[in-house]
């Protein structure tokens, strides 16, 4: 007798459940490439950047000290010169960039 339009809406049709997860299917679709992946990639590049360390590279840290790397103790450490005779120990995963890179020694 009293047919309101929500029992209309509520039949739904063929495909109705898959169409109702292709926005959501969408939005993890635009997240994905404008989100993560940029990130991975820029983690990836750190990676790179923090492995490729090596003596006599002047950096930055996070902190925005600035000093010259004089020792890469182990995977995880960096001694590094921020003052004349002031050697301190940080981790590697804390420099932010490296300003001047120097040259491998050539073999004569």
Do not use: C, W
């Amino acid at each position: 007798m009293f047919a309101t339009p929500a029992y209309a809406q509520a039949a739904g049709g063929p495909g109705g459940a898959f169409t109702s997860f292709v926005p959501l299917i969408l939005i993890f679709a635009i997240m994905y490439f404008l989100l993560i992946r940029p990130q991975q990639k820029k983690m990836k590049e750190h990676k790179a950047m923090v492995d490729a360390l090596r003596r006599g590279d002047q950096i930055v840290t996070q902190g925005g000290l600035i000093g010259k790397v004089t020792k890469v103790k182990d995977d995880n450490e960096v001694e590094v010169e921020i003052a004349s005779g002031v050697n301190v120990r940080i981790v590697r995963h804390t420099i932010a960039q490296v300003m001047n890179k120097t040259e491998p020694a050539t073999k004569d």
